[in-house]
């Protein structure tokens, strides 16, 4: 990831100088009395420096503090900050460690001088205070700066685990910035190949090595390959966790209308061995949706609600099955959890016009009507990107043709057995 430029440090950093000198009122009774006066003058002339992003005029200032009382720690943390600000890093690791020894909580001084240390080379003394400051910074930009070195120094040496543990939290700090979100798929990537290679030395006609290798052909898009690798999975462990739900998916997917009719098969077989795969309840749900029966649809998503109510597939499910049964009202109650739970459900805002329309609220029905269209024009865009998913482009592929109904049409007929079009 990129980390914080110098310029973008003037404007960060002069924000902390107030933090900095939070040890005033100790370091001047600490000071000579006859030195007070001409400290105060020179500290608050260094910060107004500071703030007009002069760093060369404030070191001066701050050797002029120190040579008049070489135990203040506010200038001593300063003058790092000066020379960090003028990118003579060297020197303001000196200064900033020598802070931290008189005071080692000084938290935002542990943040200057990892960072400092990072330009430097001295990656371990980097990371030991990075991973300190990481976890005390209340300043969101400093600690997204933090965070985002601290990564990059992990990924160098290797620790996967402790960066995958930041980029976490750096995705809580920022959960649409892409440099993050690339940084979680690298991380997590390396992580996967790493399992892999270890599984495949340990065991390599494991049951769980078939299953394993059964989610990356799905993902590359070998269907075949896919359902290949997960029954022999389910041969070697009819009960292994995950296996029969997810030979269901890809199953659920095929050209074969065989295929696709024993994806149900297996999910009452995932269901038996977890009868808490609310997953599996969901998707029996839209097959007897499919199938037109209402009632059992509706038990299984109520089941799988009960299990998990904020799984938007239960809520969008019963919210159909209701708009089925001319319950309009209620219909769009769980229709528009579905959309808070996943704003990017595009199927969930033309279902949920439909179910407005019909309970009379034509203002609401325009509303999400148009958001549809949005999320659907937007999804258009995206189809090179959803080239990497295709397991889901195989499940919109047979969900129906596309959708471009005004307010008064019924919804689009499917031929997927889950009965949600997905426009």
């Keep these: 990831m990129k980390v914080m430029t110098t310029s973008h440090a003037c404007v960060l950093f002069a924000s902390l100088i107030l933090a900095l000198n939070g040890c005033d009122d100790e370091i001047f009774a600490q000071a000579p009395a006859d030195a007070a006066p001409e400290i105060a003058r020179l500290a608050h002339q260094a910060e107004i420096d500071l703030h007009n992003q002069k760093p060369a005029l404030a070191v001066v200032e701050y050797q002029k503090i120190l040579s008049l009382d ?18 003579d890093f060297t020197h303001a690791v000196g200064e900033f460690k020598i802070a931290l020894n008189r005071k080692p909580d000084l938290w935002n001084i542990a943040a200057l001088c990892g960072l400092s240390q990072a330009k430097t080379g001295g990656n371990a003394d980097a990371v030991l205070n990075l991973q300190l400051a990481f976890q005390h910074v209340t300043d969101p930009s400093l600690r997204f700066a933090v965070g985002k070195q601290l990564f990059t120094l992990l990924l160098e040496g290797g620790d996967l685990i402790p960066a995958a ?40 006609d494991s049951a769980r090595m078939f299953q394993l290798r059964g989610d990356q052909l799905a993902q590359i898009g070998n269907m075949r390959g896919a359902i290949a690798a997960y029954r022999l999975a389910v041969e070697r462990d009819p009960h292994l966790t995950g296996a029969h739900f997810a030979l269901g998916e890809v199953l659920s997917v095929s050209q074969d209308a065989s295929e696709r009719a024993e994806a149900e098969v297996e999910y009452r077989k995932a269901l038996a061995d977890n009868p808490l795969d609310e997953k599996a309840e969901c998707r029996l749900g839209d097959i007897e949706l499919q199938r037109s029966n209402t009632q059992n649809a509706s038990q299984h998503y109520k089941r799988a609600l009960d299990l998990q109510p904020n799984d938007p597939d239960a809520n969008e499910g019963i919210g159909m099955v209701l708009l089925m049964l001319d319950s309009s009202q209620e219909a769009r109650i769980y229709l528009s959890r ?70 008064n049409a019924a919804p689009p007929e499917t031929t997927d057995e889950h009965n949600k079009p997905n426009p």
């Design 165 to 204: 543990e930041v980029v976490g939290q750096l995705q809580q700090l920022e959960p649409k910035n892409v440099d993050v979100l690339y940084a979680s798929h690298q991380i997590y990537s390396l992580l996967a190949d790493k399992s892999f290679l270890a599984m495949a030395q340990l065991d390599p």
């Design 70 to 87: 070489p135990n203040d720690i506010s200038a001593r943390s300063n003058l790092g900050l000066a020379y960090y600000l003028q990118n």
């Design 338 to 407: 579905a959309v808070q739970l996943d704003p990017t459900n595009v199927a969930a805002y033309y279902h949920l016009s439909e179910a407005s329309r019909k309970a009379g609220d034509l203002d609401a029905a325009k509303r999400e009507m148009e958001e549809f269209l949005k999320l659907k024009a937007q999804r258009d865009k995206l189809k090179r990107s959803f080239n990497d998913l295709p397991l889901q482009i195989h499940r919109q592929a047979n969900q129906g043709q596309e959708v471009q109904a005004p307010l």
